[in-house]
């Protein structure tokens, strides 16, 4: 994010959606004539402009239908239509079936009804129509009849008949899901091609299997802010959007879409002008960037001659590059979660080692600052019972503490960070510590595993620092009693806002109240550096409020001197420490801590980036270039 | 077939409350269905497949309407009598869109 769009963030309003573009508004009954575009306003999460065809990943890992076929392959989606229609129609009968027998005879009535539409003539007949005339796949034309159908109905005045709608939207999706089903070789030619992603959520694990060369961006319904989604997003530099609210309906039936990760936009189906004013926005974007680039070897050094260390946040080895490219010169933060998601056992000593390994070669002799474990008991379903669901997980056994509560889990992780650790500059620390107690018994894990490995004559450096992520509000308020006993201090914004303020930052209805600009926040903050300093210990902010621009005058004004930060942040950031004096910065820090709230704190954070970059005040104004709001 | 061909038309008003919803559409498909001969159903001036559930619900034939039930085929009376019948009996539905006869 520019310091411009940085600007343009901070009045993003989050309104939901372009007033007079509703899905509904624009399903009319009778087919459209033309394709009409629609605004869909969200949170932007990952910066960039990305613009291309649109596919819709489903709950039910439906994709979009659209793919064009050649006129020799007719008669072959012919056959894939007729199959998917019946292995639908056998699977809503046994549904029927089923639920007769469970449920009852209203409910099985509706799903026998749904067998007869997916076995209905007109159904067949409209979608072959649709193939032979329009060259399209099956998927996409059985979705076009039934939207026609379902976007009729649900313009109807009767109400019975207008729910409806979901009828026949249940259908299309139980059919739609036959073309993936197994048995369903993937459709030839699905698989080529850059996407624009939209989709309902995508967990961590979706948004990392996302291919960057073939995702041009992504958009989600839900999610807030800083959900681990946009973190991972953010990573894999992808334009991403969340929290469209509704919007998959309406992205079913577009060909294609512009995901705005400046201003927080999905434009479905853009006009010309708007198509070609992105393009021009998307080619100035990378113009600016490429001279960004050249920062990267230049010192993150204040006007004033104060250094600041600039570090990259990864989650995969493969992102270690990027950060150096960009003039990382360490990793600040690197989170170890995703060996354990989405498996059916916790990944073993060795295969852990194997990504450390990884990470810590390619930092070629940088800092690595490894985070244990940071997943609560409910990621972890799937190889542990014994856990029964939490009614507060963001309060329950999560993180650290499961580590502690699970010592075999916990100690194979630290085994193989030490092994590790014996390849460059490894330290490690220990996320969401509440108390002095907590952080003593993690410490005492890991120097009885190293007392274990030297044991077995595997070399393990001496004097591995360790220190605590400051999550907790507890944490800050105590960090005077912990800095006699960390190495250093990290200080993760995410949480400690959210748990400061009370806020689920991935509730889109509260993810308003969620701001690093909050007094509370920042002087929890000063608290942690007050207690670092006298004995010299480093305190980094790895949160996203440390990639911001708009925050990176006031932490340096807080004494901070490390910003750890996902890759594509770090020029941003190198340029505004470039363009800016510490003591006024200082001056700063110190002014908006007497300050008495959130809007008060980001309005004159916004003046001062203003004053360091006088020419992004005239983009920062409602009209200007980055304002695409119809 | 063609030397048996028939074509049967009659006019219905649809008596159940809720009109022509989804379970009643179901029937009356269901039923259209067991008959060899093409169903049409006429509702002003629009012709739509009486074997079609989505033409049906498409109709929005509320209660009152007036539908011309034609059928084409060698059973084409034997079918239209049926629809007809199933159309007057208010899709054997209670004012609440219920089955009355759940078991079936």
Redesign the interface.
């Known amino acids: 994010m520019t310091p411009t769009a940085a600007v343009g963030a901070r009045r993003r309003a989050r309104g939901r959606r372009t007033p007079g573009r509703t899905a509904r508004g624009a399903n009319r009954p009778g087919p459209p004539k033309s394709k009409t575009m629609h605004t869909l306003r969200g949170i932007a999460v990952s910066p960039g402009i990305a613009i291309g065809p649109v596919r819709v990943l489903d709950p039910r890992g439906l994709r979009p239908p659209l793919r064009a076929v050649s006129a020799e392959a007719v008669p072959a989606e012919y056959d894939r239509l007729d199959r998917a229609l019946e292995s639908a129609r056998s699977e809503a009968e046994a549904a029927e079936a089923e639920a007769r027998d469970r449920i009852?005879?209203?409910y099985a009535?509706?799903l026998?009804?749904h067998a007869?539409?997916i076995d209905?003539?007109?159904?067949r007949r409209d979608a072959r129509e649709r193939i032979g005339r329009d060259l399209v796949s099956a998927e996409h034309a059985v979705s076009e009849v039934l939207e026609g159908?379902a976007a009729?109905?649900a313009g109807?005045a009767?109400t019975?008949?207008a729910a409806?709608a979901a009828?026949?939207r249940d259908i299309q999706r139980r059919i739609l899901a036959q073309f993936l089903g197994p048995g369903t070789a993937p459709a030839p030619g699905d698989t080529d091609g850059p996407i624009v992603v939209l989709a309902h959520d995508l967990s961590p694990s979706e948004t990392a299997g996302l291919d960057p060369a073939r995702v041009l961006g992504f958009a989600t319904e839900s999610g807030g802010l800083a959900s681990h989604t946009a973190i991972v997003a953010a990573a894999l530099e992808i334009p991403a959007v969340v929290g469209l609210g509704r919007a998959l309906d309406l992205a079913r039936l577009s060909r294609s879409a512009i995901v705005d990760g400046d201003e927080g936009l999905v434009v479905l189906d853009p006009d010309p002008p708007t198509l070609d004013r992105y393009r021009r926005a998307s080619v100035e974007r990378t113009a600016r960037f490429e001279g960004l680039a050249d920062l990267a070897h230049l010192p993150a050094e204040t006007l004033d001659g104060r250094a600041v260390r600039l570090w990259g946040n990864i989650e995969f080895p493969a992102e270690v590059d990027p950060c150096l490219d960009r003039g990382a010169t360490g990793i600040g933060l690197y989170r170890t979660e995703f060996l354990f998601l989405n498996v059916d056992r916790p990944p073993t000593e060795d295969e852990q080692f194997a990504a450390y390994e990884a990470v810590v070669r390619s930092a070629g002799g940088r800092p690595v600052t490894f985070r244990t474990l940071d997943l609560g008991a409910d990621k972890l379903v799937s190889y542990r019972n014994g856990h029964p669901p939490e009614p507060n997980p963001a309060l329950g056994l999560r993180s650290l503490r499961l580590s502690l509560r699970d010592p075999d889990l916990f100690r194979t992780q630290l085994r193989a960070i030490l092994r590790a650790s014996a390849l460059g500059d490894v330290r490690v620390m220990f996320p969401l510590v509440s108390t002095i107690s907590e952080f003593r018994q993690a410490r005492a894990i890991l120097r009885a595993v190293a007392g274990e490995l030297a044991a077995e004559g595997v070399a393990v450096p001496a004097g591995l620092p360790v220190g605590v992520m400051v999550e907790v509000p507890a944490a800050a308020v105590m960090a005077d009693q912990l800095a006699k006993e960390v190495d250093f201090f990290s200080i993760g914004t995410n949480d400690l806002i959210q748990y400061t303020l009370a806020v689920d930052r991935t509730n889109e209805t509260v993810a308003g109240l969620y701001s690093a600009a909050d007094p509370s926040v920042l002087r929890l903050i000063a608290l942690v550096v007050a207690a670092a300093e006298p004995r010299g210990l480093d305190v980094t902010v790895c949160g996203a409020m440390g990639g911001e621009p708009l925050y990176a005058p006031l932490l340096l004004g807080l004494g901070i001197r490390c910003l750890s930060m996902a890759p594509h942040q770090l020029p941003e950031i190198k340029r505004v420490i470039r363009a800016i004096r510490d003591d006024r910065a200082r001056a700063l820090a110190a002014e908006v801590l007497g300050l008495e709230g959130a809007p008060e704190v980001a309005e004159r954070l916004r003046e001062a980036l203003i004053e360091a970059f006088p020419e992004a005040a005239a983009h920062a104004l409602p009209g200007g270039p980055h304002d695409s709001r119809g | 077939m063609s030397q048996d061909l028939q074509v049967a038309r009659r006019q219905v008003e649809i008596l159940n409350a809720?009109?022509l919803?989804?379970?009643p559409?179901?029937k009356f498909?269901?039923l259209a269905h067991r008959f060899q001969s093409e169903i049409r159903v006429n509702h002003e001036g629009h012709e739509?497949?009486g074997?079609?559930?989505?033409?049906l619900?498409?109709l929005?034939a509320?209660c009152g309407t007036m539908l011309v039930l034609e059928a084409r085929g060698p059973d084409a009376e034997a079918a239209v009598e049926a629809l007809a019948e199933l159309v007057l009996a208010r899709f054997h539905e209670t004012e609440e869109?219920?089955?009355k006869d759940?078991a079936?």
């Not at chain 1, 209905?120 to 159904?123: E, I, K, Q, R, S």
Request: charged residues 30%.
């Open positions: 009852g005879p209203q009535d509706i026998g009804a007869r539409m209905d003539p007109t159904l159908h009729r109905l109807m009767d019975h008949l409806r009828d026949v | 809720l009109g919803h989804l379970r559409a179901d498909v269901r739509i497949n074997k079609s559930i989505l033409d619900t498409t929005a509320e869109g219920h089955d759940p079936r």
